[in-house]
T-cell receptor
């Protein structure tokens, strides 16, 4: 079974630029999550989708972050404009239920 | 605000000994409890989950849950150098996304 796919693996941008991350979940997983992990911290939930509907986006900085999951499969997370404090690993995870989430390899974002 | 607390460590354990990792959580409504292992530069990997009070064993790993005390633990028997990693405790509330602790850095000394 293929795992969660994410791209790109690494991204370096200047502050105030925009960036987008892509995620393809495990086939058949209805729930998709985006997490932000800052160095030395645990992952922090940004947004949770159930199929193509948003379940929880309470911790998403909506003035600069946006996410969508078209057709209930792939998802993109966008940051515009980026700030220095957005430097982190962005992790996509998917679940078929029970809260058991499986993570992709992540995208390491560096904002300079 | 849901919180999950872990001792950041490092926790140093001799090879072959039992490593004991602990976690407390704030939300009494939490229903699902997970342990993830994260190697440096890698993404979290699910190693154990538990939903009911008591113990759950899988190979060298045992997860323990005490909902009355809001306490979750992970025991690793016969610790190996390859077990050296950061262990993340995560807590969920049914359909909710997971709340993670900061992780405990475990070092297994050969």
């Amino acid at each position: 079974e293929a795992g969660v796919a994410q791209s790109p693996r690494y991204k370096i941008i200047e502050k105030r630029q925009s960036v987008a991350f892509w995620c393809n979940p495990i086939s058949g997983h209805a729930t998709l999550y985006w997490y932000q992990q800052i160095l030395g911290q645990g992952p922090k939930l940004l947004i949770q989708f159930q199929n193509n509907g948003v379940v929880d986006d309470s911790q998403l900085p909506k003035d600069r972050f946006s996410a969508e999951r078209l057709k209930g499969v792939d998802s993109t997370l966008k940051i515009q404009p980026a700030k220095l404090e957005d430097s982190a690993v962005y992790l996509c995870a998917s679940s078929s239920g029970g809260g058991r989430a499986f993570f992709g390899q992540g995208t390491r974002l560096t904002v300079v | 605000q849901k919180e999950v607390e872990q001792n950041s460590g490092p926790l140093s354990v001799p090879e072959g000994a039992i490593a004991s990792l602990n976690c407390t959580y704030s939300d009494r409504g939490s229903q699902s409890f997970f342990w993830y292992r994260q190697y440096s530069g890698k993404s979290p990997e699910l190693i154990m989950f538990i939903y009911s009070n008591g113990d759950k064993e899988d190979g060298r790993f045992t997860a323990q849950l005490n909902k009355a005390s809001q306490y979750v633990s992970l025991l690793i028997r016969d610790s190996q150098p390859s077990d050296s990693a950061t262990y993340l405790c995560a807590v969920g509330g049914g359909a909710d996304g997971l709340t993670f602790g900061k992780g405990t850095h475990l070092i297994i000394q050969p």
